[in-house]
């Protein structure tokens, strides 16, 4: 079991920046990657960045090369760190856990932390 807490949102300008943050806690040695997904009004979660071991990133197309993820297991935390931000971005984010394969592929729900509101004015 694993707990997960967002906190980092708000509400920002267009081309704007914020910095998500995700505290971990429970069954950490047991996570074999983490990341974030946004969820839009009336819209499925989408994947939005991953870390795994060895600092392996993933990104989806629509964030590549203005977002980044990054992990400090010191602290148990992940971050999320948006810049140039869109109207689109407009979401709440949720940070995730992944306990096994199926979880980290996307395929079977992974544990997730209560979200956080990210909206960027237009």
């Known amino acids: 079991q694993v707990q997960l807490v967002e906190s980092g949102g708000g509400l920002v300008q267009p081309g704007g920046s914020l910095r998500l943050s995700c505290v971990v806690s429970g069954n950490t040695f047991s996570i074999i990657a983490m990341g974030w997904y946004l969820q839009a009004p009336g819209k499925q979660r989408e994947f939005v960045a991953s870390?795994?071991?060895?600092?392996?990133?993933n990104y989806a197309d629509s964030v590549k090369g203005r977002f980044t993820i990054a992990r400090d297991n010191a602290k148990n935390t992940v971050y999320l760190q948006m810049n140039n931000l869109k109207p689109e971005d407009t979401a709440v984010y949720y940070c995730?856990?992944?306990?096994?394969?199926?979880?980290?592929?996307?395929?079977?729900?992974?544990?997730w932390g209560q979200g956080t509101q990210v909206t960027v004015s237009s």
């Open positions: 995730y856990a992944a306990l096994t394969r199926a979880q980290a592929e996307g395929s079977m729900t992974p544990w």
């Open positions: 870390v795994g071991t060895f600092d392996t990133t």
